[in-house]
DNA sequence: TAGGCCATCTGGTCCT
DNA sequence: AGGACCAGATGGCCTA
């Protein structure tokens, strides 16, 4: 990608980020220190070698320069923190979601596809429970409204797997085709998890 | 070593 | 005008 200030005369102050350290946030320096305020930033790279020629349409070219690279340090800062803050609320969800046996970390796309099935899934659950009030709670009912085998085991056994005649109440639309899900959810490959169960069975998200 | 995931930078666009 | 949001590009790290 272009660099803005690579046009920068070298000779004068080079702004331009060294390219092979431009992607590492924290070590990405400039070649001329520039912190996220970009105070004395001037001062520290101009050289009175500099001062000398085309003076007041060199200062105020770099000038603008200066103000763009400002504005560019603090959007970098700003767009870190809001990808900063967007993590955290991925990692906020993660906690709400049922954890994996082996802890591994769901990745971003995971987590998102794993909630929204798991919160379809929930809500199959209350309306299962609705259609069920008269009755008392069966479990096996409802892991079959949730597309689990009939005898399916209680959740934690990996026995769990998609029955061909799952619900067919009204999902999610990106869940239409969980009637046809395969039997196991290697099939779509979303999840390379050795072991699911429960509610992991809804990790694979058909999108 | 290839591929997946991630963090970051960047410029464009939209909104206030 | 400036901030938020977005998507593309890039490079690092990790794993099969």
Redesign the pocket.
């Given at each position: 990608?272009?660099?803005?200030?690579?046009d920068i005369d070298s000779s004068n102050c080079d702004y331009?980020?060294d390219?092979?350290?431009?992607?590492?946030?924290?070590d990405?320096s400039p070649a001329c220190s520039v912190d996220s305020s970009l105070s004395g930033m001037q001062e520290a790279c101009s050289e009175p070698q500099q001062k000398k020629r085309r003076r007041g349409r060199a200062r105020n070219e770099t000038t603008v320069r200066v103000?763009?690279k400002n504005?560019?340090?603090?959007?970098?800062?700003?767009?870190?923190?809001?990808?900063?803050?967007l993590?955290d609320a991925l990692d906020t969800l993660r906690t709400v979601l049922p954890a994996f046996p082996d802890d591994t970390?769901?990745?971003?796309?995971?987590?998102l596809r794993f909630a929204h099935n798991y919160i379809w899934a929930l809500s199959e659950t209350i309306r299962i429970a609705d259609q069920t009030k008269t009755k008392p709670m069966d479990t096996t009912l409802l892991l079959s409204s949730l597309g689990c085998v009939a005898d399916a085991p209680s959740p934690g056994s990996e026995a769990c797997s998609w029955s061909s005649s799952a619900s067919s109440s009204s999902s999610p639309s990106s869940c239409t085709s969980y009637p046809s899900s395969p039997a196991t959810m290697d099939d779509y490959g979303y999840l390379?998890k050795d072991v699911v169960y429960g509610f992991h069975n809804f990790v694979p998200s058909v999108y």
């Open positions: 990608m272009e660099n803005i200030y690579s331009s980020y390219e092979d350290s431009r992607s590492s946030t924290q990405a103000v763009k504005r560019r340090v603090k959007a970098n800062d700003r767009e870190r923190n809001r990808m900063h803050s993590n970390k769901l990745t971003k796309i995971e987590t390379q």
